[in-house]
């Protein structure tokens, strides 16, 4: 295989981009939208050609490009393997459903939108696709570029402070991240991480280089107590925006987890696993809380999040097979769950602009078709089984359980609280008494909306009744990475 | 003698040039027009000479006088660099009634300074071109004589630039008397030994060389003389002399410093730490673009000492292809300020650029790529700059410094943070007028595309500073 599909996949959305700044349509942005949903969705083919045409019988990295790039030092190599198509075909699944959203919601400056977002994904896919520290480091951080953009462009009031606060926590996370893979290019003499993985970093580095790592994937995933900028950045950003983030860029650092701290140090990532239990425990109980609380409908899902994300690092450091599929399971459903409430949300804000609980309810009575599928999401996001997000919670639970009880027993009560927050804003919100009168004069969600959003409940619950596309397709990398790592901590 | 002239053909060539237009400029009236655009003829010649010149290391006149791959590099990065500061800001010399005829005479006497300095092997040479550059910078500063600003720009560099090269001369007849000869090789020879006193000469010398490219503590006179010189003068004081200003540090850290390194050491660190913390800060508070830049020169500057700060060579050829990426970056910046005029009347506040996204994308998204690379973000050129010298920085495990110059990085992206968000989120205030210079356009153009494809094929500037160190 010679043709470098990956590097195809990663700049089409790129070059199309290109193609929209330079495509010149005063009156309307017609030219523009057709582009962006064109290549947007030749991406989605393609990456569906890739996820069909990979081996999933083996854990070997595939497709892979080795580029010369900077002399006798980094290479521009791509490859995937189980894991990381997953994220892939997530990114550019999302995307265009992202641009079918904003010709709903977005009224000024749509072709600059567009082109955000098509640099966002090429940055995106770049991340899950590179197989250099330096590389990944480099689509890490770009995507601040057009995400700060869209918040700040295309956000509410507070944008200018959230879009800060989102591109200033990130950077600070990451500007250690940077140090760590410096160093590990002057222990190992490379960055490219298969030849990481082989030459093995030595036990005395690999607590601080792993909280080097930690410092920059905590903010991004986010965990606490550095999650403060996601609710900010959330509420602020547009509903394309809230998307993007909540579905893929939430995803990056539990990929980083996966594909760089567990088998590049696994010798720290078992001597923090308690640190990580702890965060991620706080986070699951403390934010769900918090979500309880909260009267602005994204704020609320933000902090929803937040708790998700917190399943997923509790997964992840279970270190065992359930756990960690669970941890990839739970992502990408929460890839698809979060970002069709987001979208349901953008559908009432674009009606009515408010996204207080307060200003709605009795929805269900002049909306029957949006209050049907927003509680399909709804229910999904607290984990119903029949939905994809009850397996993965379910699987990282069952993880959790193998290493202690005491951990699972805290996890499971923040699957109540989970229960409890997302029934409460459906019942606020769809049911109840209509007491806005604006609430009459709605009309129910259109075509573009329907597209969207029912494509979403589909997956949501095919996957929660037949996950074996989804889990077959990494089930062998996760092996592979779990043996690894065992091997490592047994021959320390 | 004639081996020696073939030498020495592009400091040669300048000088006759600048006899030449001289002469010119005094016989023929309104000449303003004719001179700059020879003196831009004489900048492309004298590279092409350079070009054409062979790139191996000799040293002439009593080895004084070196032409290697290194002072070769810095030349045409000089040459480079300032033909594109001179020719847009063409437009603005004209329009603001600069347009006299000494003005690229001036900078072309001061580029010849630059060239003594970055080819001297030899105490004296390299105190007389650094001279020759000062004289010329000096008057640069106050060319506008009739702006009080301008003066007074102008007075201020000249009296603590004079006092920053009393120290220096003093650093160097110290450094004479304790080694018995004004030559680089031989001083580093003599310092083999130990020798207290030529440290005493190294801590005069690192303060006259700290000042002149503006690093802290010795930067006070920086945004002074950026706000109250013309923007023209301005581009050019952030971009020229720094090159030469850090090429001859680097020199002297390199030749006859080079055994006294754990004692400069220290020094660059304190400086390089002060510069960065310094520079980001003070700009968070700026109200005019030209301070701000000032302000992030300076951090830029403490950047480019981690570099220097090293004592490696990986660490020296770091710090060249920051300040080279840096010229990119600083000439693409000024030459935006060249597009915001109205009315016949620049501006210069960050206020002023609010809400231009929507009236002058093009220019929105220029300054945009710019200042994000200025903040060193991926994937621009910027990142790379700080890159590699982090990487330097951390192969010598210095990681404090790496950490805390990352950690300004953080710092100073605010402050570009706060300029994109006055262009891209604020509402529109003023339309200005950009359409008319079209060499700043394609400076903006360069610079820009620089910045964007660098990531593509990052090792030619990489490959071009390895090969100055292989002596």
């Known amino acids: 295989m010679n043709f470098p599909i990956l590097s195809t996949l990663i700049f089409l959305p790129l070059l199309s981009s290109l193609f929209i700044f330079l495509s010149k349509d005063k009156t309307s942005n017609n030219s523009s939208i057709y582009i962006s949903l064109f290549s947007s969705f030749a991406t989605f083919l393609l990456s569906l050609f890739l996820w069909y045409s990979l081996d999933i019988t083996t854990s070997e990295f595939q497709f892979v490009e080795e580029n010369y790039w900077i002399n006798n030092f980094i290479k521009f190599k791509l490859g995937i393997d189980g894991i990381s198509i997953l994220f892939i075909v997530l990114t550019t699944f999302i995307t265009p459903i992202c641009i079918i959203s904003c010709i709903n919601s977005v009224k000024v400056r749509v072709k600059e939108f567009l082109i955000a977002i098509l640099i966002l994904e090429t940055f995106m896919i770049g991340v899950f696709c590179s197989l250099d520290l330096v590389i990944f480091y480099l689509f890490f951080e770009a995507g601040l570029i057009p995400m700060f953009l869209i918040i700040g462009v295309w956000g509410g009031p507070k944008r200018v402070y959230s879009a800060f606060k989102f591109f200033l926590f990130t950077l600070l996370g990451s500007v250690l991240m940077l140090v760590a893979i410096i160093a590990i290019y002057w222990l190992t003499g490379t960055t490219d991480i298969t030849q990481i993985y082989e030459i093995k970093i030595p036990k005395e580095y690999q607590n601080i280089l792993w909280l080097a790592f930690l410092s920059s994937f905590a903010v991004k995933m986010p965990m606490w107590p550095v999650h403060t900028w996601l609710p900010d950045a959330h509420v602020e950003a547009p509903t394309a925006g809230s998307v993007i983030l909540a579905a893929i860029l939430l995803k990056m650092a539990g990929y980083g987890f996966l594909r760089f701290s567990i088998p590049m140090f696994p010798i720290a990532s078992e001597f923090f696993t308690p640190l990580i239990y702890t965060l991620s425990i706080i986070a699951i109980i403390y934010t769900s809380l918090v979500a309880l609380m909260q009267d602005d409908m994204k704020k609320l899902i933000a902090y929803s999040s937040v708790a998700h994300m917190g399943y997923v690092t509790l997964g992840i450091f279970t270190l065992t097979k359930q756990g960690i599929e669970g941890s990839i399971y739970q992502m990408i459903s929460h890839g698809l769950i979060s970002a069709a409430l987001f979208l349901c949300v953008g559908v009432v804000y674009d009606r009515l602009h408010s996204r207080m609980i307060s200003t709605y309810g009795g929805l269900v009575n002049y909306l029957p078709k949006y209050s049907f599928l927003f509680l399909v999401f709804a229910l999904a996001a607290l984990g119903l089984p029949g939905t994809s997000g009850f397996l993965g919670e379910f699987l990282v639970l069952a993880g959790t359980f193998q290493k202690s009880y005491f951990v699972a027993m805290l996890a499971t009560f923040g699957v109540v609280l989970g229960a409890a927050y997302m029934l409460w804003l459906t019942k606020r919100v769809i049911f109840g008494t209509v007491n806005n009168s604006e609430i009459k004069s709605l009309n129910d969600i259109n075509k573009s909306e329907i597209i969207m959003l029912v494509t979403l409940a589909f997956f949501v619950i095919f996957f929660g009744f037949y996950p074996a596309p989804l889990m077959d397709t990494f089930s062998v990398s996760v092996n592979s990475l779990i043996d690894d790592y065992q091997i490592a901590l047994n021959s320390q | ?471």
Not at chain 2, 117 to 130: K, P
Not at chain 2, 254 to 276: V, Y
Not at chain 2, 287 to 314: C, D, E, M, P, Q
Request: hydrophobic fraction near 50%.
């Open chain 2, 1 to 471: 003698m004639i081996d020696n002239l073939n030498i020495m053909l592009p400091e040669f060539f300048l000088s006759l040039s600048i006899f030449t237009i001289l002469m010119i400029g005094v016989f023929i009236k309104n000449s303003f027009n004719i001179v700059f655009n020879l003196s831009s003829l004489i900048i492309i010649f004298t590279v092409a000479i350079i070009l054409n010149n062979s790139n191996n290391e000799v040293k002439i006149f009593l080895d004084s006088f070196t032409r290697d791959p290194f002072s070769n590099y810095f030349k045409i990065l000089i040459l480079i660099s300032s033909l594109f500061v001179l020719n847009s800001s063409k437009n603005f010399i004209v329009e603001n009634k600069l347009d006299k005829f000494e003005y690229p005479i001036i900078i072309l006497l001061s580029i010849l300074g630059m060239f003594f300095m970055v080819s001297a092997n030899d105490l004296i040479l390299f105190y007389l071109g650094l001279e020759l550059q000062s004289l010329s910078l000096y008057i640069l500063a106050s060319i506008d004589r009739d702006n009080l600003r301008s003066t007074e720009s102008g007075i201020k560099y000249f009296v603590l630039s004079a006092l920053s090269s009393g120290l220096l001369l003093y650093g160097c007849s110290l450094l004479y008397g304790f080694t018995g000869s004004t030559n680089f090789d031989v001083i580093a020879n003599q310092l083999i030994k130990d020798n207290t006193g030529a440290v005493f000469a190294m801590v005069f010398i690192l303060v006259g060389l700290a000042f002149k490219v503006s690093a802290v503590p010795f930067h006070m006179w920086t945004p002074d003389v950026y706000e109250g010189a013309p923007t023209s003068i301005t581009s050019y004081f952030a971009v020229v002399p720094k090159v030469a200003g850090l090429a001859l540090l680097i020199k002297f850290m390199f030749i006859p410093f080079s055994n006294i390194l754990l004692e400069w050491q220290t020094i660059i660190i304190f400086i390089s730490i002060a510069s960065m913390i310094l520079g980001a800060v003070s700009a968070m508070v700026q109200k005019n673009f030209k301070r701000l830049l000032a302000y992030s020169s300076i951090g830029h500057i403490g950047y480019a000492l981690a570099g220097v700060a090293t004592g490696a060579t990986s660490g020296y050829q770091s710090s060249i292809i920051y300040i080279s990426i840096y010229v990119i970056m600083n000439i693409g910046a000024f030459s935006c300020l060249y597009l915001l005029k109205k009315d016949g009347e620049y501006k210069e506040n960050i206020s002023d650029l609010s809400g231009i996204s929507k009236k002058h994308p093009i220019l929105a998204i220029s300054l945009l790529i710019i200042l994000f690379s200025l903040a060193g973000v991926p994937p621009l050129g910027g990142f790379f700059a700080k890159f590699y010298v982090f990487l330097a920085v951390v192969e010598n495990e210095m990681y404090a410094l790496a950490i805390i110059g990352l950690l300004t990085t953080v710092m100073s992206a605010f402050y570009y943070l706060k300029i994109i968000k006055t262009i891209y989120f604020d509402d529109n205030v003023i339309t200005f007028e950009t359409r008319k210079n079209t060499i700043a356009q394609f400076s903006i153009f360069t610079s820009c595309t620089i910045l964007i494809t660098f990531f593509l094929y990052p090792s030619v500037l990489n490959n071009l500073v390895s090969s100055l160190f292989i002596n």
